[in-house]
């Protein structure tokens, strides 16, 4: 009876504390929305990595040439229902470092027999940076010497890229795509990689827990009240 009678204060403080966190959440979306909205930035050719936190979820513009040879598959990826991986490759910036571009996702029958496309020459893409992917208890242990990447462990796939000797910085950029539906399906029939959308993709469950806990309150302060009937 003690804890039933403890239980509406327990799960009213439970429901305060991640309306808190729900506004922490929401202001935090907004500034990277205005971070999203500036200029793309020109990457330097020797990029400070000890500014890139506070530049996560900038545009960057860059140029180079792709290093096919070192490209990294993760997988599985789904888009939109339909199974494949993402394309992660290298690219060489003339005059400046190489830095790791997620150039977005093929389907599988690309993928497999390694089948997409491959751009030579010099390209100019348009990217968001990001930093290591986090992942989960479920996400295996990436086997670089096999070619199996699950999540992108950033200074793993710099190593697997030649390493900081061979002029790779543990940057990455996940490469954005604007168009239409049209245009990613004719992609996807071309094994042509589909980058992300320049949208903010934080997780925001807090709403969620909001109501959850604020509702076991009202039901565990019902509970107590309700009258016993012999
Ligand atoms: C990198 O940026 C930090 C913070 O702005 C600065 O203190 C440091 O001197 C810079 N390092 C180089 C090599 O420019
Ligand atoms: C790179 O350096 C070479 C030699 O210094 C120079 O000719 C070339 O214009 C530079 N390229 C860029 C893109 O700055």
């Not at 509406?8 to 991640?18: E, Y």
């Not at 060489?92 to 150039?103: A, F, I, K």
């Not at 959308?197 to 469950?205: E, F, G, K, M, V």
Request: overall charge neutral; cysteine-free; glycine content about 8%.
């Amino acid at each position: 009876m003690l804890l039933i009678g403890f239980m509406p204060f327990f799960t009213f403080g439970l429901g305060t504390w991640q309306l808190q966190r729900l506004k922490w959440k929401v202001n935090l979306i907004d500034e990277l929305e205005e971070k999203l909205q500036l200029q793309p930035l020109s990457l330097p050719p020797k990029i400070n990595l000890s500014v890139i936190p506070e530049f996560v979820y900038r545009k960057v513009a860059l140029k180079g040439n792709w290093d096919h040879a070192h490209t990294m598959i993760l997988s599985p990826r789904v888009r939109e229902g339909v199974h494949g991986v993402h394309v992660v490759t290298p690219l060489v910036r003339e005059n400046g470092s190489t830095v790791l571009v997620d150039r977005g996702f093929v389907s599988n029958d690309f993928a497999f027999d390694s089948s997409f496309q491959k751009e030579g020459g010099e390209v100019e893409i348009l990217g968001m940076l990001r930093t290591s992917q986090p992942r989960n208890a479920f996400t295996p242990d990436n086997k670089p010497e096999e070619g199996k990447w699950y999540w992108a462990d950033v200074n793993a796939m710099t190593d697997h890229a030649g390493g900081e000797q061979a002029g790779v910085q543990p940057v990455f950029v996940e490469q954005i795509f604007e168009g239409h539906a049209g245009e990613a399906g004719t992609r996807l029939s071309k094994g042509i990689p589909i980058g992300r959308a320049p949208t903010i993709d934080l997780r925001n469950a807090h709403l969620s827990y909001v109501i959850t806990w604020y509702s076991l309150s009202a039901l565990t302060t019902f509970m107590k009240r309700k009258p016993k009937r012999n």
